[in-house]
């Protein structure tokens, strides 16, 4: 059967649909990106585990659950936490005006924050907050690709995140959430630094992810700064 131009036009559009989804932007606009920094072992968390849960398939968000390893001599080590998610929070501090990381906490496009644990406080943040101009993000199945632009402070950092889309249910044996089940979203398995972006255009290329992980790029001012472009599988 032929295809009438209606369905051409059709599968045009969801083509051009699939090309905004490629770069991580939504009508147009780029993605904002929304970092919780959270731990199974701080009982003012589970709230904003949930708010985070409500946003993450808000269009144009893309949502990242970093568990951090400071508060694991209270009894409980958390189960995701690595020493790089901890580093990744202790850098924003300084730029977002606090002396050092909290838990909970929710960094918006790399330069505005709050605790996020109240009702409405993560989509408040997101409603404020502005994605700072940066270059164009193409994300491959093997490949990412930066277009050229200007650089802030000459060169920007390139960091591959590897997230579970899912929710996960995780059982907390001992310290302050003994006894509880918290879910949690988008949690973040490995964050590796690729290279750098100096304002050139910048192909580089992307190992296989391990299965079941969305794969996720982020351009960052380096030193814990505004992020400039982001995309998602």
């Not at 409980?76 to 977002?96: C, H, I, M, N, S």
């Not at 002396?99 to 929710?106: E, I, N, S």
């Not at 907050?129 to 920007?156: E, M, R, W």
Request: proline share 9%; glycine share 12%; aromatic share 6%.
């Amino acid at each position: 059967m032929t295809r009438s131009r209606t369905g051409r036009l059709g599968a045009l559009a969801g083509a051009a649909l699939l090309a905004f989804a490629a770069t991580g932007a939504v009508a147009g606009q780029p993605l904002t990106v929304v970092e919780l920094f959270t731990s199974q072992g701080c009982s003012s968390c589970p709230p904003a585990n949930a708010n985070l849960i409500k946003v993450r398939q808000q269009p144009g968000v893309l949502a990242l659950s970093f568990n951090v390893t400071y508060w694991d001599y209270l009894g409980w080590k958390d189960t995701f936490g690595r020493p790089e998610f901890t580093q990744r929070q202790v850098d924003y501090e300084p730029a977002l005006g606090h002396d050092g990381p909290f838990t909970p906490q929710v960094v918006v496009n790399g330069h505005a924050d709050a605790v996020g644990a109240r009702p409405g406080e993560i989509e408040t943040l997101i409603a404020a907050s502005h994605p700072t101009p940066g270059p164009a993000l193409v994300l491959g199945q093997d490949k990412v690709s930066i277009g050229a632009g200007a650089a802030p402070g000459g060169h920007a950092d390139i960091w591959l995140v590897r997230y579970d889309r899912h929710v996960v249910e995780v059982p907390v044996g001992r310290g302050e959430n003994t006894g509880r089940t918290l879910p949690h979203a988008n949690v973040v398995h490995s964050l590796q630094r690729l290279g750098a972006w100096a304002g050139a255009a910048t192909t580089l290329p992307l190992p296989e992810a391990p299965g079941g992980l969305a794969t996720a790029v982020l351009v960052q001012t380096p030193g814990g700064g505004p992020i400039l472009a982001a995309a998602t599988d």
